[in-house]
C-alpha cells in the first residue's frame, strides 16, 4: 500500500514568487492536512480537506490556499512568497472517520524562499 | 485552547538503555486521544503510539510504551533497549474526539495539535 506522497521533495523560489505543493494521500483516505514546520515555530496547521471541501483551517494569512481533488489528492499554493515561509510543508492524510488511526505523514517539501 | 508541552528539548540515550520522554496536556475535555510520532532525518512523521483517553491501560508497541495519567494529564514515552535508529524529533500529539467545531475556522490548531518536540541522541 503507497504512502502519502509529496511532491516535489525540495523547490527553492524567490521571494515575490508563487509556489504550488503535492500532496497525494493512501488511497481510501479522504482526509488530507496541511502543515507548516519550522524551527522556530514547531508545526502548525494550515488547512485540512475533506471530500473536496476545506473543512478546517489555521491562522495563517489569505497567500496560503489550497484545494482537493476528486481523487483526494490536494494541492497546497503560496502566492507572494516571503522569506518568512522558508519551512518544511507536510502533507497527512486520514480516514477522519477513524481518529483513532492518527494521521499518515509524507516526508514533506522543503522549501527555501531566497 | 489545547495545549502540548514537552519540557525537554533534548534527550540523550546509551544504546540498549531506556530512556523517557515527557509529555503534559492541557484540555477541557474528557474524551481525546494522544500520539507519539517519531520524525527521523528523513522527515516523515512516524506514529509510534497511541492512546485512547477512556482507555485506562497503557498502550504497549514492542520497546515503545506510554505512562498515561489522565488527571494529571502527563502523557510519557518510554523506550526500552534504545537503538541508533531511535535517534529522532519525537513529538508528542493530541487530538480531540471527533471534528473540530466549525466556531474554531479560521484560527484553529488543527484536528492534531503538537508539542515542540523532543530530539533524542542514542550513543553507541
Known amino acids: 500500500k503507497a504512502g502519502v506522497t509529496q511532491t516535489p521533495r525540495y523547490l527553492i523560489k524567490t521571494r515575490g514568487q508563487q509556489v504550488t505543493l503535492s500532496c497525494s494521500p493512501i488511497?481510501?483516505?479522504?482526509?488530507v492536512s496541511w502543515y507548516q514546520q519550522t524551527p522556530g515555530q514547531g508545526l502548525q496547521f494550515l488547512f485540512e480537506y475533506f471530500s473536496e471541501t476545506q473543512r478546517n483551517k489555521g491562522n495563517f494569512p489569505g497567500r496560503f490556499s489550497g484545494r482537493q481533488f476528486s481523487n483526494s489528492r490536494s494541492e497546497m499554493n503560496v502566492s507572494t512568497l516571503e522569506l518568512g515561509d522558508s519551512a518544511l510543508y507536510l502533507c497527512?492524510?486520514?480516514?477522519?472517520?477513524?481518529?483513532?488511526?492518527?494521521?499518515?505523514f509524507g516526508s514533506g517539501t522543503r522549501l527555501t524562499v531566497v | 485552547a489545547q495545549t502540548v508541552t514537552q519540557s525537554q528539548p533534548e534527550m540523550s540515550v546509551q544504546e540498549a538503555e531506556t530512556v523517557t520522554l515527557s509529555c503534559t496536556y492541557d484540555?477541557?475535555?474528557?474524551?481525546?486521544?494522544l500520539f507519539w510520532y517519531k520524525q527521523p532525518p528523513s522527515r516523515q512523521m512516524i506514529l509510534v503510539i497511541r492512546q485512547e483517553a477512556y482507555k485506562q491501560q497503557n498502550a504497549t508497541e514492542n520497546r515503545f510504551s506510554v505512562n498515561f495519567q489522565k488527571a494529571a494529564k502527563s502523557f510519557s514515552l518510554k523506550i526500552s533497549d534504545s537503538q541508533l535508529g531511535d535517534a529522532a524529533m519525537y513529538f508528542c500529539a493530541y487530538r480531540r474526539f471527533g471534528p473540530t467545531p466549525l466556531s474554531d475556522y479560521g484560527g484553529s490548531q488543527g484536528n492534531l495539535i503538537f508539542g515542540k518536540g523532543t530530539k533524542l541522541s542514542v550513543k553507541p
Open positions: 488511497s481510501g483516505h479522504r482526509s
Open positions: 484540555t477541557s475535555e474528557s474524551d481525546y486521544y
Open positions: 497527512a492524510s486520514s480516514t477522519r472517520r477513524r481518529y483513532y488511526y492518527g494521521y499518515t
